[in-house]
């Protein structure tokens, strides 16, 4: 990636918190690189992204890179992947995807009690570990290269979603996990 003259640039604190000002609504923002805040390990070649909300709270994950890979790639299966995943549309449409921070809704749920919350954490959890896992199969991979993993992914469930008629994806299934990386 490179960041032209007229775009905004931030860094996040810590915690992965970041204030960007003038984000305009449906925008991409990109995060690239970091460090995973329970382990410290560094996360050089890792890319999120996320649209811009306007002035609203803005949670970049997996899934929200998901999103923006099939939505920018042109697909219109973005809704129906969230669908394979295991959410109701009621319950997380794109829009929701963009705003719900997945830890922080996880520890609100109620205790005990399997929600959307607890599917979300767990399913950007399941995402980034893949992805992960496949950007350390790239020699000398970059922040492109990263992307372009993510976007590959993207493709990749979309096959999988339409080659098994619209069924769930099991992120958790070594099957579902073969058939989408091959």
């Known amino acids: 990636f490179t960041q032209d003259d007229n775009e ?61 890979s099939l939505q920018s790639g042109g697909s219109e299966d973005a809704q129906a992947i969230l669908t394979a995943l295991g959410f109701d549309a009621e319950d997380l449409s794109i829009d929701v995807v963009a705003t719900k921070h997945p830890l922080t809704s996880a520890q609100q749920a109620e205790e005990g009690e399997s929600t959307t919350e607890d599917n979300l954490l767990r399913t950007n959890q399941q995402l980034l570990n893949l992805m992960l896992t496949l950007d350390s199969m790239i020699i000398d991979g970059d922040a492109n290269s990263a992307s372009a993993i993510n976007d590959a992914l993207a493709s990749k469930l979309v096959s999988y979603m339409q080659n098994n008629n619209g069924e769930s994806i099991d992120l958790g299934s070594v099957v579902a996990l073969s058939a989408i990386i091959e």
């Open 8 to 68: 905004t640039s931030t860094t996040s604190n810590n915690n992965g918190f970041f204030n960007l000002e003038s984000v305009n609504e449906n925008s991409v923002i990109v995060a690239v690189g970091g460090a995973d805040i329970i382990t410290d390990n560094a996360l050089d070649n890792l890319v999120l992204a996320g649209f811009g909300q306007g002035n609203k709270t803005v949670a970049i994950t997996p899934i929200s890179t998901l999103m923006v």
